[in-house]
């Protein structure tokens, strides 16, 4: 049967103690970094919680063109440049303006998708539809 | 002058330069516009001067096709023909619906839509229309708000004319009577079309009342106005000396019978704030009264392979009061008894219009009830609107007008109306609400859902009672009836006038390209003849 060495345990505690430092110190490091780290959930609550919402992304991903989950509706939205510039706003007021008017460049591309009869954005439909991802939370 | 072939012995012979078989707005407009060029005008109408069943008995047919329209009271046989029913919407054609297309066989007229303009703006006058502006930009700095913030490369406002609606019998009745050049003969009905033995040319018509006197009309050239039915109907039923009937040597008579597809269907949804206010009423600006709607660029209909279309927006109020399903028979003739009553005249047809307000009290109440609570009650601004529109169909062969066993008590067959629908035509429409609802969300101003499934179910489509096409205008006698200037191509007196020489529908009413035609048509009589 094995025995701890006194040895032993001091170097695994070393590597722990080290380990703890190298994640802090690059957790304290880290935030100082400017990166794309969408905060892709928060966005989600622009899509309203209303039963017409709600029927509207269940029916979306019924259509089988957009994405089947979250990363993949995260990543074909951060896409979108109006999306991104909403993902690194904090204000809702303006959040909410980037998103419509993402919205409506989609339309302009023609990028629209037809759920239950709606003539809708991608960008709106596929908010909907990821809505119905998201995890509940408790 | 106006006689009636039934009172007294018949004449053994009407003569004239030109004889017109019909009173609606075809045929009258014609034959006052031969008049003012001095030619001798023999004007036959096969009903009274006014409605009367047995002669309205003789548009009875059968409906083998779609069931959403009727043969018999969707005309009207009598003096001033269906114009005593219409509604009056107006709008030319566009110059789309002329065009050939590689995309929609069939499409294009031998004509354009500038060669019809001059006519168009002389047909503003007999349906005492505005000026003869359909551009938005002709009447903007008049209206009282601005057009939806739409892309117009995509979808643009379009205008249309409401015509009082004139009534064609009222406003025209006293200038034919005293009209020394036209010869206007009522209860004549066209039995008849005699070909001199042998040979291309009409020799004269017979005429019949229901009763059975009869005459024959000589005339240098003929012109059937009966109608888009009718004027098939008279080309298959005339088999006396061509077995297939007159014009008929390619079997075109009665092929490519098309209707505007009435269909109220897709919801817009505007945001808050949204101003809508052109859209949802007629706006009296100018002379005119006007209606706008929404169309699509003609570059995108052509790019995306569409049917022309103008779609309305029909305000979706939660208060009743501002619904207009009142707005029927009995509301036009009351409005129309108030509207002559307060400049101190008595109605024509009086006594038509007091009984159809009678038999519908019910409808001229809740109509009277509603514009009085509407002056006083808040104004309510709708944000949800329905679409409403008579929708182009792509031309189709297959859809017709043939002759059945049955005969009338002229002893003419009557008709079978084969009116098709196809699943391409609605899907087009689909496509059509797909774009106005991209634009719509483009312009970040609201969302639309579409009524039309993908699967779509031609019962939402009704007969917007425009019956085109049947005696199609085409340069080749292979493809179309009637030539450029609307002669049978196989016969050299005899000219058709009317909505059956549509090559396409466009999505239009039709009574303005209707007259607009018939005027031409009589300019160019005028210097044949
Ligand atoms: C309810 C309704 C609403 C409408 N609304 C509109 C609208 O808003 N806008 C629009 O543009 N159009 C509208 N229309 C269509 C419009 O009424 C027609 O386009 C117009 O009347 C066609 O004119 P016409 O002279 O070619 O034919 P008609 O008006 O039908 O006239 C044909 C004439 O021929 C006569 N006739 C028929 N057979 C014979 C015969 N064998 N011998 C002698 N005479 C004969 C008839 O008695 C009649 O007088 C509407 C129609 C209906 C029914």
């Known amino acids: 049967m094995a025995t701890f060495t006194r040895r032993a345990l001091l170097g695994s505690a070393a590597v722990v103690a080290f380990g703890a430092v190298a994640y802090g110190g690059s957790r304290f490091g880290c935030a100082f970094v400017p990166r794309n780290h969408p905060d892709f959930f928060s966005l989600l609550d622009i899509a309203p919680d209303a039963p017409i919402a709600r029927r509207i992304g269940e029916r979306a991903l019924e259509l089988g063109s957009l994405p089947n989950d979250l990363p993949g509706f995260a990543s074909a939205l951060t896409e979108r440049p109006l999306i991104r510039q909403a993902l690194a706003e904090d204000c809702p007021t303006v959040r909410r303006t980037l998103v419509q008017d993402q919205c409506a460049l989609d339309f302009a591309a023609q990028r629209t998708v037809i759920v239950d ?22 | 002058m106006i006689s009636d072939l039934r009172s007294g012995p018949p004449p053994r012979e009407i003569v004239g330069d030109v004889c017109i078989v019909g009173t609606g707005p075809a045929g009258i407009s014609l034959a006052l516009e031969l008049s003012k060029k001095g030619r001798r005008v023999v004007l036959l109408e096969g009903g009274g001067p006014v409605y009367e069943q047995d002669s309205q008995d003789l548009y009875r047919g059968q409906v083998t096709g779609h069931h959403h329209i009727d043969t018999a009271n969707s005309r009207l046989r009598q ?63 008049k209206l009282p708000a601005k057009p939806l913030p739409l892309d117009p490369g995509k979808v643009f406002t379009d205008v249309y004319q409401q015509s009082p609606p004139t009534r064609f019998a009222e406003k025209f009745h006293d200038a ?33 009342t229901l009763e059975g006197a009869q005459t024959m009309v000589r005339a240098k050239t003929f012109v059937i106005a009966c109608g888009g039915i009718e004027n098939a109907r008279i080309l298959l039923n005339s088999r006396k000396q061509r077995s297939a009937g007159i014009g008929n040597e390619n079997d075109l008579v009665g092929r490519y019978y098309t209707d505007h597809m009435t269909i109220e269907t897709s919801t817009v949804m505007f945001n808050e704030g949204v101003d809508t206010a052109l859209y949802p009423e007629e706006i009296q600006v100018g002379g005119a009264l006007l209606a706008l709607g929404l169309k699509i660029h003609p570059d995108l209909v052509r790019r995306l392979h569409l049917n022309n279309n103008s779609a309305f927006l029909v305000a979706q109020h939660d208060s009743e009061i501002y619904d ?58 709708a944000s949800v609107f329905k ?101 049978v191509h196989s016969v050299r007196n005899l000219y058709m006038a009317g909505s059956s020489t549509f090559t396409t529908g466009g999505c239009a009413n039709p009574t303005l390209t209707v007259t607009a035609l018939a005027i031409r048509l009589a300019d160019h009589l005028a210097v044949t003849v």
């Open chain 1, 117 to 138: 009869g709606w003539v809708l954005s991608e960008t709106e439909a596929s908010l909907c539809a990821a809505r119905m991802l998201r995890p509940q939370q408790a």
């Open chain 2, 79 to 141: 003096f001033g023909g269906t114009s005593g029913h219409w509604t009056g919407m107006c709008a030319p054609l566009d110059p789309l619906d002329f065009e050939p297309r590689n995309d929609v066989p069939h499409h294009g007229w031998p004509i354009t839509r500038a060669d019809l303009d001059p006519f168009y703006a002389r047909a503003q006058n007999y349906l005492d229309l505005g000026p003869f502006k359909y551009d938005f930009a002709d009447w903007a700095a």
């Open chain 2, 176 to 208: 034919i009577r005293d009209d020394a050049r036209i010869d206007c003969w009522l209860h004549a009905n066209l039995t008849d079309i005699v070909l001199r033995d042998g040979s291309d040319v009409v020799e004269s018509m017979t005429v019949s």
């Open chain 2, 324 to 381: 207009d399903d009142f707005r029927n028979y009995g509301w036009i003739a009351f409005s129309t008894m108030l509207k002559t009553f307060s400049r101190g005249h008595v109605p024509d047809r009086f006594a038509e219009h007091y009984c159809d307000v009678v038999d519908d009290l019910g409808a001229v109440a809740t109509g009277v009830y509603r514009h009085a609570v509407r002056k006083v009650a808040p104004s309510s601004r």
């Open chain 2, 387 to 487: 679409i409403r529109q008579d929708a182009e169909q792509s031309p189709n062969p297959d859809s017709r007008v043939t002759l059945i066993e049955e005969k009338d008590a002229l002893g003419f067959n009557r008709i079978a109306l084969n009116w098709r629908i196809t699943s391409d035509d609605l899907l087009k429409l689909r496509r059509t609400h797909e774009v106005i609802g991209a634009a719509i969300g483009a312009a970040g101003i609201g969302r639309l859902q579409i009524g039309i499934p993908e699967t779509p179910d031609p019962e939402v489509a009704y007969s917007g009672y425009h019956h085109m096409g049947t005696t199609r205008m085409h340069a080749d006698p292979r493809q179309g009836v009637v030539d450029a200037d609307c002669r």
